[in-house]
């Protein structure tokens, strides 16, 4: 049973590693032991550039991938381990938002059909999850009527719509949301944020919310973990990621997100970063980030720096050296 103190999702030291594809060449370590945890009704941002392992951690927790080593916990039990067969239960209770709703939506399906197949799985009569679904319908603002049309008969920011209706269907305590509005308008990006946040409050979900767009991680999370070749770099609550950002990636991550103010934009100093991310097959020794890092000395070249808490007196978490002051 979860208690008010109890995470509902903990994930110690998990590693994502593929085995290398030629001869000669290294295992590409995607998720390099990360942990964090997850509250009841809370929304976790994980953020980061492309290819950092964001995705990948989404895709593992749910196990569509399986974890190269480490746990995760759901609800206080072990479930990295579980079989499929095993993991069945657990499935009404952990659902998943993909980027792209059209390509994660099966064309030949009604949005019947979609949003009703997690329900039949869970052993749901035809005439129940039918009903079900339009009810679902309804509360991610679709019109229950067009229950019979198919995917592309909607527009995407509908078809995220039909995507999430999908993801509520077994009724879970926790979405993992991959991307979930990079792929739409910015205007429909908003109402999607808009409807995910009024789920999380009628509903008691907890999110773990992946993004690029730092902005849009503003808004909906409340605490943040920012990851840089596998590994979390920074975790903490977002006021203080965001107002007073310790290490020196996300710094410069949020010095490129648009300020609303014109004269605030312009007045503001933005850090650049040199190159591309290094391949995770052949991480830079030390600090990974050491190579684009504007503050790197000697000993980040030699030296990997461990997650410790910020400052004193706060939660927070940095992975640096020379963090900057908080
Ligand atoms: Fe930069 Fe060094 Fe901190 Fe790494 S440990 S982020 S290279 S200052």
Request: charged share 25%; net charge positive; proline share 9%.
């Amino acid at each position: 049973m979860t208690t008010a103190t109890q995470p509902l999702l903990s994930v110690r030291d998990m590693t994502k590693v593929y085995p290398a594809r030629r001869r000669g060449s290294a295992p590409v370590r995607a998720v390099d032991g990360i942990s964090f945890d997850v509250a009841p009704g809370e929304t976790l941002g994980l953020v980061g550039e492309s290819g950092c392992g964001k995705s990948t951690t989404g895709r593992t927790i749910v196990r569509l991938l399986e974890p190269s080593s480490g746990s995760i916990a759901y609800d206080g039990h072990d479930i990295s381990h579980l079989s499929q067969r095993e993991l069945k239960p657990l499935r009404r209770e952990i659902q998943m938002v993909f980027q792209d709703p059209h390509s994660s939506l099966n064309p030949r399906q009604t949005v019947a059909r979609i949003i009703s197949d997690p329900l039949l799985v869970q052993g749901s009569s035809a005439a129940d999850a039918r009903r079900r679904a339009a009810e679902l319908m309804e509360l991610v603002g679709l019109i229950p009527e067009q229950i019979d049309r198919f995917p592309h008969e909607f527009s995407g920011g509908q078809a995220q719509r039909i995507g999430i209706a999908r993801a509520l269907a077994t009724g879970p305590r926790l979405v993992i949301a991959d991307e979930p509005v990079s792929a739409l308008d910015v205007s429909v990006q908003a109402q999607i944020v808009n409807l995910m946040e009024r789920l999380q409050q009628e509903l008691g979900l907890a999110y773990l919310f992946i993004a690029h767009d730092l902005s849009v991680v503003k808004r909906v999370c409340d605490r943040v973990a920012v990851m840089y070749l596998g590994r979390i770099v920074e975790i903490g609550a977002k006021e203080r990621v965001y107002t007073a950002p310790a290490h020196p990636y996300t710094r410069a991550l949020l010095s490129a997100v648009p300020l609303p103010d014109p004269a605030a934009e312009r007045a503001r100093e933005r850090i650049t970063l040199l190159g591309d991310p290094p391949s995770p097959a052949a991480p830079p020794p030390g600090c990974t980030f050491h190579p684009r890092c504007p503050k790197a000395q000697d000993k980040c070249r030699s030296e990997a720096p461990v997650l410790r808490i910020a400052a004193p007196g706060e939660a927070r978490q940095v992975a640096c050296h020379f963090p900057e002051a908080a």
